[in-house]
């Protein structure tokens, strides 16, 4: 799904994508930002579409958010696929490529 809809993140975080991802265009698996709790608030997010992350960018992803939050790399590679990866819908801009196929 997620090859339809990438969100290209603006200001310190796309910094940070692309020190992770290496790029600040991420593809999520929807358009519409969903309601999750996020360090103990709730927030509108995107979720990041983990299948199409090379093995390169997973990797990466999982040392960063082991170090971010603090958790063992193995408590990070264990859960991520279970959790997913919540992106924030603040200073992005979305695309869709064949929105007649998804509207």
Known sequence: MGKDFKLQVFGERATE??????????????????????CGEERRVFMLDLDLLS???RNNLI?????????????????LEKLGV?????DY??????PQKWF
């Open 17 to 38: 994508w692309k020190q992770v991802l290496g790029t600040d265009i991420i593809s999520v698996k929807s358009p519409i930002p969903q309601t999750a709790i996020v």
């Open 55 to 57: 093995n390169k960018q």
């Open 63 to 79: 040392e960063h958010l082991s170090k971010k939050f603090k958790q063992d790399r193995e408590f990070v590679e264990d859960n």
């Open 86 to 90: 919540p992106i924030l819908a603040k």
């Open 93 to 98: 801009l979305l695309s869709i490529k064949n």
